[in-house]
């Protein structure tokens, strides 16, 4: 069975500070896909990153980046100089064969980033 | 402009109607998908479809129904069936399985 896991519930930080938001899978395939999507207020989900199995570099985007390490499971997610619109609920899924295609989220992560 | 409409935005209810929650996509995807998300929760999919006129339960389906005659429609109909429905409700669509998901912006049902 396939599961997402996203252990820390809520999180807060202070402007300018660096936020990991940590993310764990679990999947028997061998070709997956991993995506995080953030939810800011307004409740729809906005897609960030789609990252395949095969490629295990990292990626930066701005002040996002992501840090995928199929030996540990896990595509944590950080986000530098944190800014208070990065406030939101961030939602890390997994996607592969053995769900159909379908996404399976995580619980989410409430990142509170305070002036 | 590209994207997908969800309406209405707010939507109330009485206990024992049914009521229909509308879901358009212009972006000529050919998946569409429904969600429900409970407060502070992660989201739940409800029904899938991956093309016209074929439609699949996802992990929730009791009480709900769907119907996908266009490729650009995906509306989810809530029955007096599901017993507790008050919840937000995405739409969402893709390319192909495994791309990516966009979504629409949502309908806060409440049952009253």
């Known amino acids: 069975a396939q599961k997402v896991t996203q252990a820390q519930t809520e999180i807060s930080v202070v402007e300018k500070e660096d936020v990991t938001l940590d993310c764990v899978y679990e999947t028997r395939d061998t070709t997956y896909y991993l995506f995080w999507y953030k939810q800011p207020p307004s409740g729809e989900l906005v897609f960030l990153i789609r990252r395949n199995s095969f490629d295990e570099q990292n990626e930066i985007s701005g002040r996002y980046s992501w840090n995928f390490q199929k030996s540990t499971s896990s595509f944590n997610f950080t986000i530098t100089a944190s800014q208070v619109v990065d406030s939101a609920v961030y939602f890390c899924a997994l996607s592969g064969m053995d769900s159909s295609y379908k996404l399976i989220f995580g619980s989410g992560t409430r990142l509170l980033v305070r002036p | 402009d590209g994207g997908i409409t969800q309406s209405p935005k707010y939507l109330f209810r009485k206990e024992g109607q049914n009521v229909t929650l509308s879901c358009e996509q212009n972006l000529n995807h050919d998946a569409m998908y429904w969600y429900r998300q409970d407060p502070g929760q992660g989201l739940r999919l409800i029904y899938y479809s991956q093309i016209v006129n074929d439609f699949q339960k996802g992990d929730i389906a009791e009480g709900y129904s769907v119907s996908r005659e266009k490729k650009e429609s995906f509306p989810l109909t809530v029955t007096s069936a599901q017993k507790n429905p008050t919840a937000f409700y995405l739409c969402?669509?893709?390319?192909?399985?495994?791309?990516?998901?966009?979504f629409g912006p949502g309908t806060r049902l409440t049952v009253l």
């Open positions: 969402a669509s893709s390319i192909v399985a495994y791309n990516e998901q966009f």
